[in-house]
């Protein structure tokens, strides 16, 4: 079991910067990939960024492609989501998921634990 709370969401205007963080529960955070993925109303969870569990694998959802970059930090087992030039596009809940395994995946079906969100939203 892998327990995982987001944190750092808010209100930012257009433009803006916002850092989300990712606690996880487990000493083996290595052990497992883990995503960020966002869900706006009306709208299914989209993945956003994936990260491999070694720290050596990096993938992006084009529509944050050059404004986010997801990193991790094994040692404390945190993971975090660093968002530039925000959009009112980006509004949504952020999830993180961790999934047993290197592979970075952008399918929220493929992730087994997931956290309970955190809002952002972008005023234009």
């Known amino acids: 079991q892998v327990q995982l709370v987001e944190s750092g969401g808010g209100l930012v205007q257009a433009g803006g910067s916002l850092k989300l963080s990712c606690a996880a529960s487990?000493?083996?955070?290595?052990?497992?990939?883990m995503g960020w993925f966002r869900q706006a109303p009306g709208k299914e969870r989209e993945f956003v960024a994936g990260?491999?569990?070694?720290?050596?694998?990096?993938l992006y959802a084009d529509s944050v492609k050059g404004r986010f970059a997801i990193s991790r930090d094994n040692d404390k087992y945190m993971g975090y989501l660093q968002m530039a030039s925000l959009k009112a596009e980006d509004t949504a809940v952020y999830y993180c998921g961790a999934r047993w395994g290197n592979a970075v995946l952008r399918r929220a079906s493929s992730y087994e634990y997931w956290g309970q969100g955190t809002q952002v939203t972008v005023s234009s």
């Open positions: 990260i491999s569990g070694t720290n050596d694998g990096t």
């Open positions: 487990r000493r083996s955070f290595s052990n497992y990939a």
